[in-house]
């Protein structure tokens, strides 16, 4: 259906803009971690 395929492409964009942010976000941000 329309949908599924809607949502496969979706997923793949995210996937692709989480991959080139990943080394960006990494750097700007501090992930909070209790000592």
Not at 9 to 17: C, E, S, T
Not at 21 to 27: E, H
Request: net charge negative; no cysteine; glycine share 6%.
């Amino acid at each position: 259906s329309p949908q599924f395929w809607l949502g496969l492409q979706i997923d793949f964009d995210l996937d692709v803009a989480e991959d080139k942010l990943a080394d960006r976000l990494g750097k700007e941000i501090q992930v909070y971690s209790p000592a």
